[in-house]
């Protein structure tokens, strides 16, 4: 997938295909980030100050474990067509992804992008029942992107490594949506690895995913009431599940993560074709 010309897209596809969990391999490296005093004291300095708005404002921030991008591949079939996806995640933290990607990204010449944090997000795009599209509007207290658009998941975790030290990416996001949903993995029909992106303003990379699911809005949104996590969205938005619908909704949903836009588009690329994603890059502009 070629991305240069797309300049106006708030988002940079690095991967993009279908990949079932047979085709998906992510593997361990315990190389720490690297780094220099100065990061370490921006960062630092910037969770303290983070902590304190958090408090302030009862906003939710903690520290944890997290997994960072370190390399990916994509393996072609006969034809040329991507056919299997394979990364490489070593360790990494919150409190870091807020001192780095999150609050210091204008920093990304000076620090080096493989400086930062980066860890690897996932999230899924989700089809109901009747047609369409749903994604949630994260609340006003969650730390970034508040009250935007988004999909649904998280990112790896230490919870996600497997004993072999794999790390299992299909685990990781079916798990944050039974979190988020209270829809369970079984209910998840062809949960499908479908590219990685990266957003443009904080670079983070983001691997994403699309499934099914047995019921239509309205029973999501029942759902979605009893979630355990219920909380991290004040609201579930929809679209219709179609070409002509994408675009019009991306425009009119009101503050939208990139990660959001760039998971319609890979919807659209990937069941529409080049011919839908070009014409969406003119109308988005």
Not at 103 to 113: C, K, L, S, V
Request: charged content about 25%; glycine content about 8%.
């Amino acid at each position: 997938m070629r991305t240069a010309g797309y300049e106006n897209l708030p988002f940079v596809i690095d991967a993009a295909g279908r990949f079932s969990p047979d085709c998906v391999a992510v593997t361990f490296d315990d190389a720490p980030r690297p780094t220099t005093p100065e990061i370490d004291a921006l960062i630092a300095v910037e969770w303290e100050r983070q902590t304190a708005i958090a408090s302030r404002e009862d906003r939710l921030l903690f520290n944890g474990p997290l997994l960072r991008y370190l390399s990916h591949r994509v393996g072609l079939d006969a034809s040329g067509r991507p056919a299997r996806f394979e990364m490489v995640v070593g360790p990494t933290n919150y409190r870091d992804f807020v001192g780095t990607n999150l609050f210091n990204h204008d920093r990304i010449e000076a620090f080096g992008w493989d400086r930062f944090s980066n860890p690897v997000g996932t999230t899924a795009t989700l089809m109901t029942s009747d047609g369409r599209i749903c994604y949630g509007r994260r609340s006003a207290r969650v730390s970034y992107h508040a009250e935007h658009v988004h999909t649904f998941g998280g990112a790896f975790e230490e919870a996600d490594r497997l004993p072999d030290g794999s790390i299992d990416p299909f685990a990781s996001v079916a798990r944050e949506i039974t979190e988020e949903l209270g829809i369970a993995r079984e209910e998840l029909i062809d949960l499908t690895c479908v590219g990685l992106v990266r957003d443009k303003e904080i670079y983070q990379p983001e691997l994403l995913f699309e499934a099914s699911l047995p019921m239509t809005g309205a029973e999501v949104e029942a759902r979605w009431a009893t979630a355990e996590a219920k909380d991290e969205h004040d609201a579930l938005v929809f679209l219709a599940d179609a070409p002509d619908a994408i675009i019009p909704f991306v425009k009119s949903c009101g503050p939208i993560a990139p990660v959001a836009t760039g998971a319609l588009f890979l919807r659209g690329l990937l069941q529409w074709g080049e011919p839908w994603f070009e014409a969406a890059v003119r109308d988005f502009a």
